[in-house]
């Protein structure tokens, strides 16, 4: 069963010059799964929450490429806060782990890499549902 321990921060390549620095991500190497889709959360307002919400399948890697949030994970037992706040690392988050994005600095952008195409199917957006999921160890 996944837990809050399977959430880890990756380290991201680096290149640096005089000119500015070049971050890449390539799947199933710099993070542990095929990147299938990608999409960003932007123009965030002060006090907002994103996520809230968990998947059955879905992996995900979040980066901070602008600004910071946090991000706080669930497996339904513990919880676990990370702040992301460099463009050099991310988390990943892998599946059946609720996700909260919270304290978005202003200008902030989440680039989020999945594992899938986008399937409503694998979201599980209620807590009840979720718990009830982790003990049965349901999954899609």
């Not at 069963?1 to 190497?29: A, V």
């Not at 991310?90 to 978005?104: A, K, Q, T, Y």
């Not at 902030?108 to 979201?123: F, K, N, P």
Request: hydrophobic share 35%.
């Amino acid at each position: 069963m996944t837990t809050i321990n399977d959430c880890q921060i990756l380290d991201l390549p680096k290149i640096g010059s005089e000119r500015g620095n070049l971050t890449f991500i390539e799947g199933n190497n710099h993070v542990p799964f095929e990147i299938k889709r990608v999409y960003y959360l932007y123009d965030i307002p002060g006090g907002e929450t994103r996520g809230g919400h968990a998947h059955r399948e879905i992996d995900e890697f979040l980066v901070a490429v602008s600004g910071s949030f946090d991000v706080i994970v669930n497996d339904g037992s513990n919880e676990r806060r990370f702040s992301l706040n460099q463009s050099y690392y991310g988390l990943h988050i892998p599946s059946m782990i609720w996700r909260e994005l919270v304290n978005f600095s202003s200008g902030a952008v989440c680039l989020v890499l999945a594992s899938a195409v986008y399937d409503e199917s694998d979201y599980i957006r209620q807590w009840v549902e979720f718990e009830s999921a982790k003990t049965t160890k349901q999954c899609k």
